[in-house]
């Protein structure tokens, strides 16, 4: 794929439209390419610009559901023999261990933990951790309630080890996240939190950067900070509560 392909399927590519394939050959691409990796950080700036200054209003679950209704009827099947050979391909297929649906997982969950490494020094760098100033776990959270159709926890630590400063919110792999901004011993520390449907997510470090995640109600939390892991730990369980021990 060069450089001219990618720059058509960019747009299409922040947003989750492409499928799996091309998601990877578009990766795979700006792993070597850093004028598109400038073209993609150019554009993923712009959205955030964008996001930033609109005015969010959640849509209600139920419109949510009644215009998928009417925009995407189902369809009536009609099973004849190709359609029967077909379904028998995939049962094998599935049977024998040649559909991994981990792969397509693990390859989102590797773009959602790049995002956010990538967002956190931008924030750090740019001296744009919150949009949102507020140590008050309530404000924060109401906050982001407007701005996306779940409801994140903002957890309330111990003040001697954190602080909390306010909210911000991010574009990850196409998608609009709200993010917990802390502080602590000079360290700033981001909570990201997704509702990305996929398997088990896992811890990561890169470049000094370390990310703590787990999941929580149908929501996924990630820790990003250069902060040691203890720390971070300390954080986490202020997240879980005094009633898990996992």
Request: glycine share 6%; hydrophobic share 35%; net charge neutral.
């Amino acid at each position: 794929m060069n450089c001219e392909t990618v720059r058509t399927l960019i747009d299409a590519y922040l947003d989750s439209e492409l499928d799996f394939s091309k998601s990877i050959e578009v990766e795979t691409h700006l792993a070597s390419c850093e004028k598109c990796r400038l073209t993609l950080e150019s554009r993923q700036q712009l959205s955030r610009a964008i996001k930033a200054a609109a005015t969010y209003a959640p849509v209600p679950l139920s419109l949510r559901t009644t215009l998928r209704k009417e925009t995407h009827p189902r369809p009536k099947l009609r099973f004849g023999l190709a359609t029967t050979a077909l379904a028998f391909a995939i049962g094998m297929a599935l049977v024998l261990g040649f559909w991994q649906p981990w792969k397509v997982g693990n390859s989102l969950q590797d773009r959602i933990i790049g995002d956010m490494f990538s967002h956190h020094r931008e924030a750090m760098a740019c001296n744009r951790l919150v949009e949102m100033r507020s140590d008050k776990p309530k404000e924060v959270r109401s906050w982001f309630t407007s701005r996306v159709d779940y409801s994140p926890k903002v957890a309330t630590p111990p003040e001697e080890q954190f602080k909390l400063l306010g909210g911000r919110m991010e574009v990850i792999a196409g998608r609009t996240v709200p993010v917990v901004a802390y502080t602590s011993n000079s360290h700033e520390i981001d909570v990201y939190v997704t509702s990305y449907e996929f398997g088990d997510i896992n811890d990561s470090d890169r470049d000094g950067q370390h990310l703590m995640a787990w999941d929580d109600c149908g929501l996924h939390y990630w820790i990003v900070s250069d902060d040691p892991r203890g720390d971070l730990g300390a954080l986490r369980q202020a997240f879980w509560g005094p009633r898990r021990d996992r």
